[in-house]
């Protein structure tokens, strides 16, 4: 059976969310001819570093990892007031692109836009088989079954999130040696050597 | 990129238990090419039917599947009384066929049995890369996330489940209308036609 | 012991939402002699129908059930921007027909609207000693402990659901098959013909 | 509708388990006509007292409930030994009093035997349609959402715990102040004066 | 190891919200040579009670436990409408006093303030090295592992509660029978005599 | 105020199993004066490696870790066969050394030996105020809230583990590279260097 390409969708509150939840696992899949696109709700406004530079890091972050990049329109720190607006953007993307595999944020994280940013795309999501959410350093009782491995992956994931120089210099967040330390003990956990974990929301397995 | 068939193993307590969890998966992976396992723990000796038609029911259901039949030797109602001796089994047979795919009972389920053939499946497959548990009528708590499309399988699932016709007849947790309801239900959730639903223990995803 | 009549509340976000999620039950609280009130919070502007349609639809499917029907005032899709003022709209309808019985959506919702309902209908009927909440088509993670056996009045059901022809046509949550299936399906967890499941938030068992 | 009266079941592993759980609630079962059965799995031959005062105490304590008392006869401490066999005891009392209503312990539970028993209570009352779930000194992560009014029947309670004179006497884990007050905080959480808490396994609620 | 005096803060939605949920932990703190300070987000518009007096009733209530109070500026009722601004309230506050040590509502709660205040108080606190959720009479699902001894700070509690006269008098979740109960009851589970029980976001144990 | 030290037990089923769930943290106890006490249930007979050896790798590892090692005398692979006779040896070694805080395993784990230490040993502490639960290579749904910073500690940790050669170079549950993984992964959620997590079973925090 011939693998044929398929359209993954990544969703993200801020610049670098994508890379440190499944940044690898996205490299994977334009390895393995699928077409990637990254949605970023917000250009992190909120955060360190300024604007211009943050959507430069992104644009440069996206390429790293072979992805087409999608901006939405959001204000950092008050995605939640665009609730309805939040769901119509992320459907528009997922329409116009027929996009059949989803990964966005896991529910339970201490950062608004986080929670925001999930909800909407499960709603936005309703119709596709495969939306998995992503563990992020503000993640709380993430307890993944589902894996990626990303052995082969985890240049790329860490060349893509150097691109975010902003946030690596000054967000306590964003951290590269706690980025190894996640891969190698998700990847223990699924035996393999390096992995990016998921909490599936909904898998149609092609068996 | 070619499918490599794969080995799949399927454990339940008692004769008909994998039909109803995921006998119309197996009948998928079997479609694929994949190499499919049954192992049936005991031989349903404290239920309806006797064990020597018992043994024929399972015998034409795993052929209506096509699938290879394994039979362990544990006493029924009994088997938690042996739990090393039941990890020893189900390793001993993963190791053997080299097994990649592993299918067993969820660990939150009312029958003693299979809550010890759960918990034994998920320890002697400890290194495999995929240990999904499936769904039993006397089940609880179970929420799926994770589906199998079974639309083109349903029929080979319904006349395995045909098969055990001491069980269809006798029990009351064998109902074929019941699982019709189900498959539809899964199917609803999973946005296809039929589907069956399973919680991971486990998954490494192929991206 | 003599049955006291009850009032019972069912609220819903959208025309057909109170209907999938607990029409048969409020069908035999009717046939029990008891006071049903199903409270709309919105009009469903923002799904496929006309909204002139819609209100008609819902008054017909009212009426087929034998409950009255009250409308709220929110926009539909942005009901979570106006969380005090439907926590007061609810908890004024509990008040001004001293309600005994409150059903609502479940909290696990896709659907941004199902969750602000359900979450404000928690909080206005504090005082209430039986709230139970009720599976959507867009729940997850739904797993019911508590149903109510609607063999005797699935025809009502179905009946008022054919009522929202707008949705049934055009919308792919509103299957009347699916709902066929998800009622054997729970009636078989049940050991009933078919149910309704629901997950309590609260009940004062009357022993 | 009249209230047709019921048999109930509670079946705890100890003498004094079923009174501290349920024993509120079986004495408004037998306030309202229903008949009521207590099966009691060991005599606490491992506990604080000996046997035969156990016995006695016991049997006061059925009695000022108004509840029938059959004894199991599993081992203290050692129950789990005997899975099967405690499955079969429990279904030939609920099929030999066409039991309805059941209550057991908790699952999770820091007593091997209160484990033990909790399960085989779930796998025995497969077929009833009301199986609750009540809280001991050594539960843990119980939550409930269904409670039962004792108000009316906390006198009854403590009567029938101060029954087991060995038990207030030695026990750290039976103490009468600590009923009270958790009986208060169920009452809190119920919106009524005192309760009891029960997780339910499955209800089929009479609407 | 001398014990080194930490900076204590408590987030409440409402005026008594703290004392209740963790009065007596506080005031231990306070005995313990700890700096407290109180954060009252809104100043109880929505309540019984006019606001100037809901004001010194707090202002009573803080002087005493020994707690400094700060003043929130957010709409009683519609705290979640200005999540930035409220995360951003405390991240001051806590930047302000080097906060070491937060107390907040829990996530799981019928009070849409509550809900509010729980996640921007685990937002606000991501670098603090300990942030434990208290229980407020609208919680639900509330499970606590954590406990702290209050016996010898009861007295200090009730008289905390006492001073906020106008809910005593009219709300029916300030009762202090059920704050003895609720105390009585955590008290049995954590083998101490009176206790508040706390969920842990996440606490580095000082070992 | 003074430290007043401790008596610490540390439960693990097999030779190895304590240092690495929670080998950090006893040294950390032994360098702050507690007393700590390492009991392990089985001389690892099952796994790779001869019981001589094993004996003398536990013996070397509980000295570098400042440790007492108390043995258990229970079949490797078959311990829950021997429930009651478990507890009993637990409650004793508690009982003798009057314990104040135990480590276990947790409950949600694929080796039977490790459920079953689990389950006892939140039996047999049932008395103690403090029970945490650790993490082990075979652990699933492990969700830490509570953790122990042992960056300081790092080197006894790898070193006591290294003192276990023949499970260093034979089994595949034992790796230093993923031992420093997940110390470097929990260090991380806890906002420390390197860390331990755990799931509290009871905690009852000085305050």
Redesign the interface.
């Given at each position: 059976?011939?693998?044929l390409p398929k359209t993954v969708l990544a969703v993200g509150s801020h610049p670098d969310d994508i890379e440190l939840g499944c940044g690898g696992?996205l490299a994977?899949?334009v390895a393995?001819g699928d077409r990637v696109i990254m949605l970023v709700i917000t250009k992190g406004q909120?955060g360190p570093g300024d604007v211009a530079a943050r959507i430069i890091e992104q644009e440069h972050a996206a390429a790293t990892l072979g992805a087409e990049l999608v901006w939405g329109d959001l204000p950092d720190?008050?995605v939640?007031?665009h609730?309805?607006h939040l769901?119509h953007l992320i459907e528009s993307v997922i329409r116009a692109n027929r996009v059949q595999v989803v990964y966005t944020h896991g529910v339970e994280d201490?950062?608004?836009d986080h929670?925001a940013v999930a909800?909407?795309t499960?709603?936005a999501a309703?119709?596709?088989?495969q939306v998995l959410t992503y563990e992020s350093?503000?993640s709380?009782?993430?307890?993944p079954?589902?894996?990626?491995?990303i052995s082969s992956a985890m240049d790329k994931k860490a060349a893509a999130l150097r691109c975010h120089g902003s946030q690596v210099a000054d967000s306590?967040?964003v951290?590269l040696?706690?980025v190894?330390?996640?891969?190698?003990?998700r990847?223990?956990?699924?035996?393999?050597g390096s992995?990016e974990g998921?909490v599936?929301?909904?898998?149609?397995?092609e068996?």
């Open positions: 059976m011939l693998h696992t994977r899949h393995r909120a720190g008050r939640s007031n609730e309805l769901v201490t950062h608004q929670r909800l909407a499960l709603g309703r119709h596709c088989q350093p503000s709380y009782g993430f307890s079954r589902v894996f990626v491995d306590a967040m951290c040696d706690a190894h330390s996640q891969a190698g003990y990847g223990f956990q699924s035996r393999v992995a998921f599936p929301h909904r898998i149609v397995l068996v």
